[in-house]
Every structure is written in structure tokens, then in C-alpha cells.
T-cell receptor, first 115, second 111 residues
Framework: NAGVTQTPKFQVLKTGQSMTLQCAQD?????MSWYRQDPGMGLRLIHYSVGAGITDQGEVPNGYNVSRSTTEDFPLRLLSAAPSQTSVYFC??????????????FGPGTRLTVT | DAKTTQPNSMESNEEEPVHLPCNHSTISGTDYIHWYRQLPSQGPEYVIHGLTSNVNNRMASLAIAEDRKSSTLILHRATLRDAAVYYC????????????FGPGTRLSVLP
């Protein structure tokens, strides 16, 4: 299994540009999520999905869109990039289901710089 | 979710045991205690989790206080590769799927 994969690894955008960060997992996990990590900080949840066709907002959703058309893929779209969105972005997946404690698997991250 | 408190940083010597503490005085009965770590320039990785009883796996041991208000992650023999930020996270298994990451403990391992 490749686990959780993310592309690109690095990206530089100009203010106002849009782009999509890709995330895919091959473990048939129901739950996927996007986090951002600013320097010296912990991770903050942007959006998450509990299954194909179902998404919801996390702690810091403004400026980002997501969709989940398949179990495997969960892309994150930046609508109009701003310098405040300079960060490292991590995608994660886990088995779903309330009442059970499953581990999360994280991708290697995308380092985004907005100038 | 209940909050956790961890020291900002700790140091250990290589090949010695390391005890990373976590306080969670407001833990509820359905909160699992999870530990993740983040090596430099990598995504977080799962270490261990438990509910009430102590847990062991190939990476570490988790010791949970009898009142569950604190726990300790134990690395039995620290290696240079164990230098990372360690996150202690509480997760209510009935309250959704999200994990809340605090700032964690930065562990330095000295050769």
C-alpha cells in the first residue's frame, strides 16, 4: 500500500491565484481530513469528510473548499490564495465508525508559500 | 474535547528510557488517549493509544494513571531517530472523527 499520498510537495503561488492540493489514499478509509501547520504550531483542522459525498468544516475552513466524489480522493482547493495561507498542509485518513478508536495515517505534506 | 497539558520540551540521552508526561484532568469516560509524533519535515505518525489499561506496542508503552487524569508515554531506549514533537490527544469515540493537536512536547535526544 502507498498509504496517503499528496501532491505537489512544494508550491509557490502569487496572491489571488487558485490551486488544488491533491490527496489520495489506498486503504479504503472512510474518513479523510485536511490540516494546516504553521511554523512552531500544532495542526489545525481545515475540512474533513466521513465518506464519499459528505464533507464538513473544521476549525479553520475559510478560504478553502473540498469535495469527496470517491473514497480514495479528497482534494483541497484554495480559491484565492493569500499570504496568510502560507503553511504546510497535511492530509490524513482513518477508518470510520463511532465507538472505535482508529489511528490516523498522515501524508508527507505540501509546503505552500504565497507571495 | 477535553484538553491536555504537556511540557514544551524535554531532553534525553541516547539509549536511555524517556518518560513523556501528559495531564488531562477533565478527561471523560469515553475519551481515548492517543499519542502521535512528528519527525522533522514529516507528517505526524501514530504511536499508541489506550483507554484505561496500560498498553505496549513495538514503538512504546503507554502508562495510564488509575484516575485517568494523566498518562505517560514511555520510550524504552531512546534513539536519535526518536527526536520529534510528541502529541498527546484525547478523542471521544462517540463525538465525531476529529483530532485536536496541541503544541506537543519537543523531544531532543543527545548522542
Amino acid at each position: 500500500n502507498a498509504g496517503v499520498t499528496q501532491t505537489p510537495k512544494f508550491q509557490v503561488l502569487k496572491t489571488g491565484q487558485s490551486m488544488t492540493l491533491q490527496c489520495a489514499q489506498d486503504m479504503n478509509h472512510e474518513y479523510m481530513s485536511w490540516y494546516r501547520q504553521d511554523p512552531g504550531m500544532g495542526l489545525r483542522l481545515i475540512h474533513y469528510s466521513v465518506g464519499a459525498g459528505i464533507t464538513d468544516q473544521g476549525e479553520v475552513p475559510n478560504g478553502y473548499n473540498v469535495s469527496r466524489s470517491t473514497t480514495e480522493d479528497f482534494p483541497l482547493r484554495l480559491l484565492s490564495a493569500a499570504p496568510s495561507q502560507t503553511s504546510v498542509y497535511f492530509c490524513a485518513s482513518k477508518r470510520g465508525g463511532n465507538g472505535r478508536a482508529y489511528e490516523q495515517y498522515f501524508g508527507p505534506g505540501t509546503r505552500l508559500t504565497v507571495t | 474535547d477535553a484538553k491536555t497539558t504537556q511540557p514544551n520540551s524535554m531532553e534525553s540521552n541516547e539509549e536511555e528510557p524517556v518518560h513523556l508526561p501528559c495531564n488531562h484532568s477533565t478527561i471523560s469516560g469515553t475519551d481515548y488517549i492517543h499519542w502521535y509524533r512528528q519527525l522533522p519535515s514529516q507528517g505526524p505518525e501514530y504511536v499508541i493509544h489506550g483507554l484505561t489499561s496500560n498498553v505496549n506496542n513495538r514503538m512504546a508503552s503507554l502508562a495510564i494513571a488509575e484516575d485517568r487524569k494523566s498518562s505517560t508515554l514511555i520510550l524504552h531506549r531512546a534513539t536519535l531517530r526518536d527526536a520529534a514533537v510528541y502529541y498527546c490527544i484525547l478523542r471521544d469515540v462517540w463525538a465525531g472523527q476529529n483530532f485536536v493537536f496541541g503544541p506537543g512536547t519537543r523531544l531532543s535526544v543527545l548522542p
